[in-house]
């Protein structure tokens, strides 16, 4: 559920700040599969993922971080 939580955040800002999948995969250094993965919530975003999308997106990791 909480892997959902944060594919969902990371989507909203990745389409916000008006990246695609593919490129935003090439940016953060990983695969569009394993993104994509995260955002449907299959996949629990590693630490340094999270913490190279908040730099990318520029937005605060607590941005990022799922609502309780």
Request: aromatic share 8%; proline share 4%.
């Amino acid at each position: 559920m909480e892997a959902e939580k944060w594919g969902k955040r990371i989507r909203a800002y990745r389409k916000l700040k008006g990246y695609t999948q593919v490129s935003f995969a090439k940016t953060l250094g990983i695969s569009v599969s394993v993104l994509g993965e995260i955002e449907r919530g299959t996949r629990m975003p590693t630490e340094q993922m999270i913490n190279r999308a908040s730099y990318e997106l520029g937005v605060p990791i607590h941005e990022l971080t799922p609502k309780e």
